[in-house]
């Protein structure tokens, strides 16, 4: 009795046995072709991250090693199975969370992915954050990044990519920055691309590095201000600025007055060494140390008047003869170019912002920009590409100043012509190059640029400008904006395309204003009395710098104007008091003589 019992038992054992090992050879098929799907799916373009690869394959792996070892015991727990069957659940959860693949066409193709943002982490290196809706086919897997220069148009033709990165509708790269180095990517724009038909296959627009200021060794902004009153100095009377109450001032710096072919002081940057004029160099040190030793903020005005100097890639190509204007287009527009003014911005911001040579919070890069014929010369094109020619300057000069000084403002500057039809003069209207400067700037990556606007009286010598004007209205297509009509360029800069990275109005100033006394002494002190009342109601003007602190006898020879707070002798005008007091508790006492020539009380 007892071995009919235990053979009963020994055979149950046996065909107990028979069933785990039929069943584990089931689940060990199972686990086999999901590790087939998921290397079929590898292979024929696998489009997860590979952090959920690795997971996905740990678990499939550990699931048939436990499949295994259970091959060769008695019977299989229930954990075991457990292990398997969430194992294929992940796999077949991931499956379907897969972004869908979209065929690539001449429509979807150009601007398939889309660049979300290209900034400085805070490793200090380039991250360029890439989304799209769904996952492109294309030859493997990958998303390719490509660096461009500023003056490249898509793609060059057999370059390679600096990076690559599995394929999904949100990631991103990372690359090496190289600040200051030959190879630095501080001023390139960087692009997306899929490799079709073993070709690289642009799928996004370009973008630059938005955010310079991430590497920047100072940040230096500024000091605080009671007012808005500024002034170009006369640098032999600086002393007199104290007594003023001066709280800004302009101060020009012409390339070809600090350039030298060797010698000075040497400051080599991508890779290449150029030299500044020690002496002059200098100069400069110690006459911005004692503005801001007076408590003067310093706007610094770069000039490319070196179109024939040791430096002529600074010039732009279309920019080195034919004309006698004084200043010239920058050059962006080949390699030579684009590092010539990086290094000089470079070197300008690093010196002047908090290296113990005085202090420059404002930069204002070139000077009335939309007049190419008088003063931004390039020969005669049409308004669009003239203005991305600029823009690509600035933004160099831009990225090389904020990656010194995170906290400088850096400006386009513009005249008082705003839609007045100046093409017949060979110029463009300020409204034309602003409007093309900003969408170009917004389309490549918006930077916090300002504007440096000139409202004159139109023309110069209409010290009056509040007298009824066929040039100056209250509209958006006024022909000029004058201190009259100043509202219409602020109201402009309001609007939603015009307005910072972080959805406010834009830094203004006024770098320059300024009114004759060729009429009368009286005429000249009411017009800037009112004219700064105007700008403080505003409420929109940074600050303005008055032209200019001496009477300049050249301007009075050419043109006729008397702009100075004083003659050229030295002589004090009735505008000086007016000036001296207009922002302190004596305003009412020093303007009230202006009500009567203005017509009104302001």
Sequence with gaps: MENKKRRRRTGKKARRNRIIVILSGVLAAFAIVLVGAMIGWLIIGDNKTPEEEALEQEALFEASLEVEEEKNEEFINESTIDAIVKAGHNVSEALSKRPATVEMTPENTAEFATIESCSINESGKVEVSVKSEGIPKSDDKYYYLFEEATYDEGIVEGSEPIARIYKNDDTSFSV????????????????????????????????????????????????????????????????????????????????????????????????????????????????????????????????????????????????????????????????????????IGSFLANRYSGSGHGNVSMWIIA?????????????????????????????????????????????????????????????????????????????????????????YSFPNGNTAFWKSSKYVNHTETTPCITMENIEVLTNYMKKPEMLDTSGNVRSIILSEIGYSSASGQALQAAAFAYAYVKMEQNGYIDALMLSRQTDAGDEIAALGLALGLQTTGGGKKQIWNVFKYIDTDKRNEVISFAYDIVGKTF
Excluded at 382 to 407: G, H, L, W
Excluded at 409 to 434: C, F, H, M, S
Aim: charged share 15%; hydrophobic share 35%; aromatic share 12%.
């Design 176 to 343: 090496d920055l190289n600040k200051g180095a030959a190879n630095t990517r501080l001023f390139s724009k960087f692009q997306v691309a899929v490799k079709m038909d073993d070709q690289y296959v642009s799928i996004s627009h370009a973008k630059y590095i938005t955010n310079p200021g991430a590497c920047a060794g100072y940040s230096y902004g500024g000091m605080q201000h009671k007012s808005i009153k500024g002034l170009l100095p006369d640098p032999l009377r600086i002393g007199e600025l104290a007594d003023l109450g001066c709280e800004y001032a302009t101060y020009n710096i012409p390339l070809n007055h600090i350039l030298v072919t060797s010698g000075g002081i040497p400051y080599s940057y991508g890779g290449v060494t150029y030299h500044f004029n020690s002496q002059i160099i200098n100069d400069y040190d110690t006459l911005f140390k004692r503005l801001n030793g007076m408590g003067i903020d310093v706007a610094a005005i770069i000039l490319n008047n070196a179109s024939t100097s040791a430096y002529p890639e600074i010039t732009h190509p279309s920019a080195r003869s034919g004309s006698t204007a004084p200043y010239y287009m920058f050059n962006a527009s080949n390699e030579s170019g684009v590092k010539a003014l990086a290094a």
């Design 367 to 455: 000077n009335e920009v939309n007049a190419r014929r008088e003063y931004n010369y390039m020969t005669h094109t049409d308004v669009n590409t003239y203005t991305v020619a600029f823009t690509r300057a600035f933004r160099v000069f831009y990225n090389a100043i904020k990656s010194q000084n995170s906290a400088a403002k850096v400006y386009i500057p513009i005249d008082q012509r705003w839609t007045y039809n100046t093409e017949k003069t060979g110029d463009y209207d300020a409204k034309d190059v602003l409007d093309i400067f900003a969408s170009s700037l917004s389309e490549y990556g918006n930077i916090d640029w300002g504007l440096a606007a000139h409202p």
